[in-house]
Nanobody
Framework: QVQLVESGGGSVQAGGSLRLSCAAS????????MGWFRQAPGKEREEVAH????????FYADSLKGRFTMSLDGAKNTLYLQMNSLKPEDTAMYYC?????????????WGQGTQVTVSS
């Protein structure tokens, strides 16, 4: 079993920055995919980015490229999401997720989420 705990959310004004962290504990797979998702009120959950542990190959949602940067500290089993130039439309609950071996399909493990609120 894998536990994921997000932190770093909060309220910022438009143009500001936040750095989210996701600490994984419990059983750690030798190769895995970790990612960030977000869900705004009344909207479907969308994938923000993911990274594959073995190759460090990353995926970013097109609309977020250039503003969001994700990194993985494998030694600490911690995933980060640096969010710059935040916009009100970035307001959402941000979730960390982990999947064993694959970056496709539905992720198996999820954190409780951390709220990000961007005011104009």
């Amino acid at each position: 079993q894998v536990q994921l705990v997000e932190s770093g959310g909060g309220s910022v004004q438009a143009g500001g920055s936040l750095r989210l962290s996701c600490a994984a504990s419990g059983y750690m797979y030798s190769n895995y995919c970790m990612g960030w998702f977000r869900q705004a009120p009344g909207k479907e959950r969308e994938e923000v980015a993911h990274i594959y542990s073995i190759t460090d190959n990353t995926f970013y949602a097109d609309s977020l490229k250039g503003r969001f940067t994700m990194s993985l500290d494998g030694a600490k089993n911690t995933l980060y999401l640096q969010m710059n130039s935040l916009k009100p439309e970035d307001t959402a609950m941000y979730y960390c997720a982990l999947n064993a071996r694959y970056c496709s399909g539905t992720f198996t493990y999820w954190g409780q989420g951390t709220q990000v609120t961007v005011s104009s």
